[in-house]
Structures are given as C-alpha cells and as structure tokens.
C-alpha cells in the first residue's frame, strides 16, 4: 500500500501517536507523517504509507493554513493556552488595532522558535531544555506569512486564518501578536485546514479509517504518489533500454530513451522537472534535467534504483 492519506488528527494524540495507531490499523510498519502538530492541535495531517514516505519531507516544506484562536492578555512559557501563566495584563485595545496588529506580520519577518519546541541546539531539544527548567538564547529565523485574516474580534479574544511557510510557529505569531499590542498574548486554539493539496475538509479521522478499512474502500482515499506531483510535465521511457535505466535509478538521455511528454508539446521539449514513468505506466520518480550533461538525472525515486 503505497501513496497518502488525509488524517484528521483529534486532541489529544501527538503527531507519532496517529502513526502508531495507523500502523496498527494498517498492519505495516512502513508509514510516516508530514509534520508535526501539538497534542491540542487538531486538523489535518497527510500520513505517507509505503513508498510514499519518502514524500514526508517534501510535503513538510509546503506551505500549511491554519485556524488560531488567541487569547490577549495572558503570556505563558509555552505561548498556549496549556502553559504555565507567566503574567496578566489589562486588555486596552479597539478591535481596529488588534485587526492592524495581526495584519502588520504578513510577509517575510523574523521569528524567534519557542522554547517548547521539538528543535535542536547543541544536540539537545527545546523542549527538553525548557521541561528542566533551562532558557536558551535562541536566533530569529525568517518565516513568511501568505495571508492573514482576522475572522472575529471578541475582546480578549480574536480568531485569525493564517497561510504561512515552513517552519512557523503559530503559537510565537499569537505571542507576537500580542506583544505588539502591548498587552501579550497566547494561543487558545488551533486547527490546520490545509496542507499543500490536502484539505479537512477531506480528512478522515481515525475511526473512519478504521471503518473504511473493515468495508474494503480504504484504498479509495489513498492518494498515488504521482499525484501529489501533477503538476509536472509527465516524461514517458521506451520499452527496452528506456525501462531498464530508469527501473536501476540511472539518468537517461530524451532523445534515445524517452517518448514525448504527455502535453504533447513535441520532441525539442524538455521541461526541467518532470515526472517519469516508464513504458507500461508504472510512477518511477521525479527527474531533472541536467543542462551540462543533457540527460534527466533522478532527483527522487520511488519505483526502482535507490
């Protein structure tokens, strides 16, 4: 069972425990997720199966879209709701300056990663650190928001959608929000909506999975790794030489052992990343052409090779 599945992950399981009980349900052991959420986090989660693990990676660098709920007024060690309070202050703001406020971080600005995090520094996780007590300084990284908009204002509280980058940390947003209005703040509540191609409202909670399973239609929401691709010219091999290179992980030049791609746009084609399948129709991976030696090199392989 090869490909991707939209996961709702409810409150209350880490991101490793949907994978656990995945490989439970699924009875494999060859399963990963795309990146992680808090345990009172819910949304959606796409889990890699089979070959399809070698995308967790490459979907955790796409852009993600969540719904945040924060809560001005209250700053904890965690940036959430869940942490201890480190301070209480007067909520003195209109609803025009804390929209202002929200708004003023769209675009690339530099984020400081939260104690409470699963990152490294000299070997040893934030989290860790911070569980023992320890504060260590840490360096402000660039992060992007895409877009932001503020869905309700019921002071101390707003509800915001946010599109953001990879490596953001909507907690820290929600606490720069609020340090920004001078009041601070942390994040009451937070549900991802989409990542990538992958939508909640699609997702599927582990009891449907289940469920899906028992009645034999799981295969039905499974995604082919192809697709999360398609947006790729598609490079087809030639029967014989053609399938043997690309079935060894070797590149190959157009011309001798690939037919034209499917858009159909002629021989002197040639995208720089395509998909690549060979002659009977079978996913082999993602290849790139190489300007200088003039043949597709593979950039990653999920049929064949290595």
Do not use: W
């Not at 060690?77 to 942490?83: A, F, K, L, P, V």
């Not at 129709?281 to 290595?306: A, M, N, T, V």
């Amino acid at each position: 069972m090869d490909g991707i599945i939209n996961v709702y992950k409810e409150k209350g399981y880490t991101s490793h425990d949907v994978v656990a009980k995945m490989r439970g349900i699924l009875k494999m052991k060859k399963i990963g997720h795309t990146g992680t959420l808090d345990p009172e986090a819910e949304g959606v989660l796409p889990i890699c199966l089979g070959s399809g693990t070698k995308l967790c990676g490459m979907l955790t660098d796409k852009t993600k879209t969540y719904r945040a709920g924060l809560l001005l007024g209250i700053e904890t060690d965690t940036q959430d709701i869940t942490g201890a309070v480190l301070s209480k202050s007067p909520v003195c703001v209109t609803e025009e300056e804390v929209k202002a406020a929200a708004e003023s971080f769209l675009g690339v600005y530099m984020q400081v990663p939260p104690m409470y995090s699963a990152l490294k520094i000299n070997g040893k996780r934030l989290y860790e650190l911070a569980r023992a007590g320890k504060e260590v300084e840490r360096q402000p990284r660039p992060v992007e928001i895409c877009s932001l908009a503020v869905e309700m204002v019921d002071l101390p509280r707003m509800t915001f959608s946010v599109t953001c980058s990879k490596g953001t940390y909507i907690r820290t947003l929600c606490s720069d929000i609020g340090k920004k209005l001078g009041c601070g703040g942390c994040m009451e509540m937070l549900v991802r909506t989409r990542v990538d191609r992958f939508y909640i409202e699609n997702s599927l909670k582990l009891s449907e999975i289940e469920a899906l399973r028992d009645s034999g239609q799981l295969l039905e929401h499974i995604v082919p790794v192809d697709k999360v691709f398609s947006e790729l010219p598609k490079l087809v091999t030639k029967e014989g030489e053609g399938d043997k290179l690309v079935h060894n992980g070797n590149p190959f030049f157009l011309e001798r052992s690939a037919v034209c791609n499917a858009d159909d746009k002629g021989a002197a084609y040639r995208p720089a990343r395509a998909r690549v399948y060979d002659s009977v129709g079978r996913f082999i991976g993602i290849y790139e052409y190489d300007d200088i030696k003039r043949r597709y090199q593979p950039h990653k392989l999920f049929l064949g090779g290595s």
